[in-house]
């Protein structure tokens, strides 16, 4: 019979104990280019793509100017800053970003955990002055001098969300040099919809404000989205007619139409109707001419400065001037972080399937971070990735990032001339534009019933995120998600399947023996079989378990009047083993010891194989007994009892007898020309065996 064990396999097929080589250096330039991959992106551009890229810019900006100015209230924010992050996020992601298709910017959950984290620092702020100014006056300020006009704490709400994105862009950096790009992994697809879900409450909640017309305190403790439910039911009475009115008119007539573009799609054959750029172009002319702000109190964007923003770190340098507030920034902007971070590269990895190309996580952390930092100096709030304009860019024939230039350029133009113009915009209208678009969050819901059927654990862990996100907050829903979707992991890990295998009739294939109704159980042997990699928190499964199996097929062979000889662990699922696994197999080498089994240790991983050796398991159990495959190791029980405990071969061209007894070897002759060959790990029971390593038939 043909077979390999593991030091027959090493020896004919030249198994490498080397190192890898390490890394070549690369020149200057080429470091630079991968870093600033807009090289990349120039040098292999091609004339097909211009048009392509040009209508992708053109109406990804269409799409980007109402959303950016309704995104940017979300965090409470003026609007013209989300015109400003319109222009730059894009801009700076075009040289460092690996995507060819998303497009970086406001995104609605992301400014809605920075609104929540801002108007809690701005609280805390106003709070510091006041109690400055009390103690500067003995007691006795005045509340008016404490308290702040609109314009000032406009300016102030601002520096705050720059110094979120400061710090935002420098975590996302620091990961970036730390390789720790993987991070993006473990947001679970469960988890990313039910925290979007729950966020989409949040959302709604602060857009369903604005379209009454009501002024709502802004709460930042837990259970804050319940509280703002309470107050908008006592102040329902003080609803603006009007802004309802205009709201409610603008997400029907936009809801309308998206059906209809939907029905008509192939006759449209694909041109682009930015909708919400007409919605708000019309809103503006109704509003001005029919005077609705002075006539009916109906609240609008106001003044929208021309221009571009001036750089400056007077804001942030004016945020973090307490180590209290400092803590604050910092607290904010680690979750708005990795959630702007993940969503962003779950995206990019979508589109980069879609059109066949890769995406470098390490790559993406430096561009966001990038992103956030340079974007923090002119007044913007940490960036991430759009799903709705990403995918606009993607169906529009958009090839390379120079669509985000085309889109820069077209906000440039708006922030120079248009911004002004927009001054009687009303907030509701910015407000509907909002509540249509997150219809798509809500509808995930819809998912539930057959992630129930497929999964429990990402069903609990969609349904808590979203639970604690709208019940609690925002960070405590995320961090609720993360730490689940953790233990979900852990949990699979520590109760993995095990079963014993068996032969599938008339092959060389092993499996399951409960799988197919043709499979036999070899004689005299148990195959073992444990899906998962052997670690700390699942040891006691595997030890228990496979002592458990030896139990059930010993008695079974004893039913049929013979004995159990040989247990055979099929490792094929070990991606690593740590201390505690290689504890685990000497605990189960000398159980088989006590009760006179041989065990066979299958590996196909050279990396585990190094770790067994290092660990000195090895020569426990003995070279020999580790095979390639689990059938090289059922060929050689099956060579074996044909022989009846004895073979003969030659070793370097002289006759040897090896005497393996408890795992033990003796050479009769010279053990040095046995080239590492081990002992198979025996009971009592004294075996002869003589190797010939040319002649593979005589194994």
């Known amino acids: 019979m043909d077979f390999y064990d593991q030091e027959k396999f090493d020896h004919l097929y ?44 053109l109406t990804v900006a269409a799409l980007n100017i109402p959303q950016g100015m309704a995104y ?22 075009f040289f460092f970003g690996t995507s060819n298709h998303i497009s970086v910017g406001t995104f609605a959950p992301v400014c809605m955990m920075l609104g929540v984290s801002v108007a809690a620092i701005n609280q805390e702020m106003i709070n510091e002055h006041a ?67 729950g966020v989409a409450f949040h959302v709604s909640t602060s857009q369903v404000i604005k379209v009454l017309g009501l002024k709502i305190k802004k709460y930042s403790e837990v259970g804050a989205l319940i509280l703002t439910w309470r107050d908008m039911a006592l102040d329902i009475e003080k609803t603006n007619l009007c802004s309802l009115i205009f709201g409610v008119s603008v997400a029907v007539f936009l809801y309308t139409s998206l059906r209809l573009i939907d029905r008509f799609k192939s006759k449209l054959r694909g041109v682009p109707i930015p909708l919400e750029l007409i919605i708000v172009i019309g809103s503006t002319i109704i509003s001005h001419f029919a005077h609705l702000h002075n006539k009916y109190g109906l609240q609008i964007v106001g003044d929208v400065p021309a221009g571009l923003p001036t750089p400056s770190v007077d804001a942030v340098n004016t945020v973090i001037h307490s180590t209290d507030i400092l803590a604050s920034v910092i607290q904010a902007a680690i979750p708005v972080a990795l959630v702007s ?76 001339f248009a911004g002004p113009l927009f001054y009687p915009l009303p907030y509701t209208a910015l407000g509907a534009i909002i509540l249509v678009a997150l219809r798509s969050f809500f509808k995930q819901a819809q998912q539930l019933p057959d992630l129930f059927r497929k999964d429990k654990h990402d069903f609990v862990c969609w349904v808590m995120t979203a639970v604690l996100t709208i019940g609690l907050s925002i960070t405590y829903g995320l961090l609720a998600g993360i730490v689940l979707s953790l233990l979900s992991v852990l949990w699979r890990s520590q109760k993995p399947y095990y079963f014993e295998m ?22 005299a042997t148990l195959i073992f079989r444990f899906e998962m990699s052997l670690y700390f928190a699942n040891t006691d499964l595997f030890v228990s378990s496979l002592k458990k199996q030896i139990c059930r097929r010993q008695a079974e062979c004893e039913h049929v009047g013979s004995s159990l000889k040989w247990v055979i662990i099929d490792g094929e699922p070990y991606n690593f083993v740590d201390h505690s696994g290689v504890a685990a197999l000497s605990t189960v080498l000398q159980h088989c010891k006590t009760s006179k089994l041989t065990l066979l240790l299958v590996l196909n991983e050279a990396v585990i194989l190094e770790k067994l050796d290092k660990e000195k398991f090895v020569d426990k159990i003995g070279y020999s007994s580790i095979f390639p495959s689990v ?46 060959y081990g002992g198979i790990a025996t009971g009592t029971n004294e075996v002869s065996a003589v190797v010939d390593p040319k002649d593979e038939s005589n194994i």
């Open 14 to 57: 030249g198994r490498c104990r080397k190192k890898p080589p390490t890394q070549k250096v690369q020149p200057s330039f080429a470091v630079i280019a991968n870093f600033f991959t807009c090289f990349h992106v120039l040098k292999n551009y091609k004339k097909s793509y211009v048009t392509g890229d040009l209508i992708a810019g």
């Open 72 to 93: 940017a209230t979300l965090a409470g924010i003026p609007p013209v800053v989300g015109i400003y992050m319109g222009f730059f996020s894009p801009l700076i992601y």
């Open 131 to 197: 109690s400055v100014l009390s103690s500067s006056s003995n007691g006795t300020s005045n509340t008016s001098e404490s308290r702040l006009t609109d314009s000032e704490n406009d300016d102030q709400l601002v520096a705050i969300a720059s110094s979120v994105g400061l710090f935002s862009g420098i975590f996302l950096v620091l990961l970036g040099f730390l390789r720790l790009g993987f991070v993006g992994s473990y947001f679970s697809v469960s988890l990313v919809k039910g925290f979007t879900f």
């Open 341 to 416: 971070f993940a969503i962003s590269l779950a995206l990019a990895k979508m589109l980069a399937q879609k059109h066949n190309y890769a995406i470098h996580n390490n790559q993406e952390l430096f561009a966001l971070g990038f992103v956030d930092i340079v974007g923090s100096f002119f007044g913007c709030f940490p960036s991430a990735a759009s799903p709705s304009r990403s995918n606009l860019q993607s169906e529009v024939k958009g090839q390379t990032q120079v669509a985000s230039v085309v889109n820069s350029a077209l906000m440039f133009l708006v922030m120079m």
């Open 502 to 523: 068996g032969r599938v009739n008339n092959t060389n294939k092993y499996r399951d023996i409960n799988s197919y109704e043709t499979i036999k159980k070899v004689p």
């Open 631 to 676: 059938h090289d190791a059922v060929q050689f029980v099956h060579s074996f009892e044909e022989a009846g405990g004895e073979q003969s071969a030659e070793v370097n061209g002289n006759k040897e007898v090896i005497s393996l007894v408890a795992g033990r070897k003796e050479d009769s002759t010279n053990a040095s020309a046995m080239f590492m």
